[in-house]
């Protein structure tokens, strides 16, 4: 799938998540690197960035302010970036069940894309950043993760496996098994070589070589 459509209005993209993508929108944040790499390469005129991201969100939050905070801006391409606290807010007994993410899940893809819009699904990346499975919510983030990417094969859209992207990225770069610093501030939250690593995914989904 390509984005580099030809059009007289610029393309919008929204990226609809948590506090990841909310921070991804402040300065520094991947959203930011985007805009600043697309202005670079003089495309401003071509494509709008918006981030639609709340701290704490779950994808039943997405589901309820899809409308204001995605349809509302017609956009073309939305990017699905949400399963973290559904997972990681089960330690205080308010995450998702499984069932009820998958629903939630499918809804807000076919709402989506009934409203003329393309959608890429990304699959929920770490909670914790050790690399022999020994963070405390491994189990429930692969088997969400496995969720997304099956969405994705069933709904026809395009994944961005972020999950394998970070554990491999971890793998490489995380020789002494650190729970966080690799990619997170905190196992969880970007740091500044973490936002540059989803920034530049997700151009190469923008931009394809």
């Known amino acids: 799938m390509s984005f580099t459509f030809q059009s007289s209005k610029p393309v919008r993209i929204v990226f609809f998540g948590d506090s990841i993508t909310q921070m991804g929108n402040e300065p520094g944040g991947y959203i930011d690197l985007m805009r600043q790499e697309i202005s670079k390469n003089g495309l401003n005129g071509r494509y709008e960035l918006i981030g639609a991201g709340i701290g704490g969100n ?6 309820l302010r899809l409308e204001e905070d995605v349809l509302k801006h017609k956009p073309g391409v939305v990017f699905i970036y949400i399963g973290v606290n559904d997972v990681w807010h089960k330690l205080w007994g ?11 899940y499918l809804a807000l893809i076919r709402k989506i894309k009934a409203a003329g819009a393309d959608v890429v699904l990304c699959t929920p990346a770490v909670i ?20 997304v990417r099956k969405l994705a094969e069933e709904e026809h859209c395009k994944l961005i496996d972020l999950r394998r992207i970070f554990l491999d990225y971890n793998l490489r770069n995380n020789p002494d098994n650190l729970e966080k610093g690799i990619l997170t ?5 970007l740091n500044d070589k973490g936002n540059r690593l989803v920034a530049d995914t997700f151009l190469s989904e923008i931009f394809p070589k």
């Open 58 to 63: 779950k994808v039943y939050d997405l589901y």
């Open 94 to 104: 308010t995450g998702t069940d499984a069932d009820k993410f998958e629903r939630f």
């Open 128 to 147: 914790g950043e050790h690399t022999d499975f020994t963070n405390q919510l491994d189990g429930d983030l692969n088997r969400y993760s496995q969720t």
């Open 185 to 189: 501030t905190d196992g969880v939250h």
